[in-house]
C-alpha cells in the first residue's frame, strides 16, 4: 500500500537549527547578480563529498536568492547574513532583513494539494500546481525551490517568527 | 566562472521535432532568455519540440520554472516538449521537486 505523506514549511523560532554557536559567519549585500558568487565564496573550502556535484551550492543559492530577492527586495543597502557549519554535515541559517515569508502557511497548503495531485498520478492537475505563484511572485520566479528545499535539506527547514530567518541541515552518507 | 546557457536549433527530426541542443547553466540568469526564446517558437506555430541536455551543467528553480511553463503552454496548444539526456545535477533537481514526473523522454541515440 502508497501512503500520503507530505511535509511542511515549520515556524519555531526556539528550534535548535537557530543555535549559531561555534558556527562560521559572512554577510553579504543584496545583490541579484552576485547570488551564485555569493554561495560559491560560502562552500569554497567545503568537502568535497557535500558538493554533489554542484546540488548543494544549488540549494544554497535558492536560499540565498529568497533572502536577496523576496526578503531585501534585491536592495544592496540591506544584508544577508549566512552562519554554515561544514563539519559532519550542511547546516546553514539565512537571515534577511525583510518582513518576512508572510505566505507561508497558504504556501504550505497549496504544497499539499500539489503532492495529492502527484499520489494521486493526476498529472494534468499536478502540471497546473508544479509552480506556486504568490504575491510577491515575480515572472521569472520560477516557483519550486521550495518543494526541493524540503525534500533535499534532510536534517531540517525551519523559519523563525518573524519568518525572515530559515535554519537549514543536510546530512550525507551515513553521517545521519 | 564563466556560466554560459547556450541552446541551439538543430533542425527537425524524422519523426517532425524541433530538436534544440542545450547546454551549459540554466539558470536564474541565463533561464529568462531561453524561455522567451522557445516560447517565441511554440506561440510561430510549432507544437513539438525536444530538448537534448546532455551538457546541461546546473539547473535551477528558475530554469525548472521555464520548463514547466514550457509544459503547460505546449499542453495547452495541443503540442508536447520531449527531453533526451537529463542526468547529473540537472536530473536531480527536477526529481527533488518531482518535475521529472512531468518529463516524457527519448532516448538520445534514437536519432
Known amino acids: 500500500m502508497t501512503s500520503f505523506v507530505v511535509r511542511k514549511l515549520i515556524v519555531d523560532e526556539h528550534n535548535e537549527l537557530f543555535d549559531a554557536q561555534g558556527m562560521r559567519y559572512a554577510e553579504f549585500p543584496s545583490e541579484y547578480g552576485r547570488i551564485r558568487d555569493y554561495a560559491a565564496a560560502v562552500l569554497a573550502d567545503c568537502p568535497e563529498a557535500f558538493l554533489e556535484d554542484g546540488l548543494l551550492e544549488q540549494q544554497l543559492s535558492e536560499i540565498i536568492k529568497n533572502g536577496i530577492k523576496h526578503g531585501n527586495g534585491s536592495d544592496p543597502a540591506k544584508k544577508l547574513r549566512v552562519w554554515f557549519d561544514l563539519r559532519k554535515r550542511a547546516r546553514f541559517i539565512v537571515e534577511d532583513e525583510g518582513e518576512g515569508f508572510t505566505n507561508l502557511d497558504s504556501w504550505n497548503d497549496f504544497y499539499r494539494r500539489r503532492q495529492l495531485a502527484l499520489y494521486r498520478q493526476d498529472f494534468d492537475e499536478f502540471l497546473e500546481l508544479a509552480s506556486y505563484r504568490g504575491p510577491k511572485s515575480g515572472p521569472d520566479d520560477g516557483g519550486n525551490s521550495l518543494f526541493a528545499a524540503l525534500d533535499y535539506w534532510n536534517g531540517g527547514m525551519i523559519y523563525n517568527a518573524a519568518r525572515n530567518k530559515v535554519g537549514v541541515v543536510r546530512w550525507f552518507g551515513s553521517g545521519r | ?111
Not at chain 2, 554560459?4 to 536549433?9: S, V
Not at chain 2, 510561430?44 to 503552454?73: F, H, M, N, P
Open chain 2, 1 to 111: 566562472m564563466d556560466r554560459f546557457l547556450d541552446y541551439r536549433e538543430l533542425g527537425a527530426a524524422p519523426d517532425g521535432f524541433i530538436e534544440y541542443l542545450v547546454s551549459g547553466d540554466c539558470d536564474l540568469y541565463n533561464a529568462p532568455a531561453f524561455l522567451k526564446a522557445l516560447m517565441a517558437r511554440l506561440d510561430s506555430g510549432e507544437r513539438r519540440l525536444r530538448l537534448d541536455c546532455a551538457g546541461l551543467r546546473y539547473l535551477d528553480s528558475t530554469g525548472v520554472g521555464a520548463i514547466i511553463k514550457l509544459l503547460q503552454t505546449a499542453k495547452a496548444k495541443g503540442g508536447e516538449i520531449r527531453f533526451t539526456g537529463l542526468s547529473g545535477t540537472p536530473r536531480k533537481v527536477l526529481t527533488l521537486c518531482n518535475v521529472i514526473s512531468l518529463i516524457k523522454e527519448d532516448a538520445r541515440d534514437r536519432r
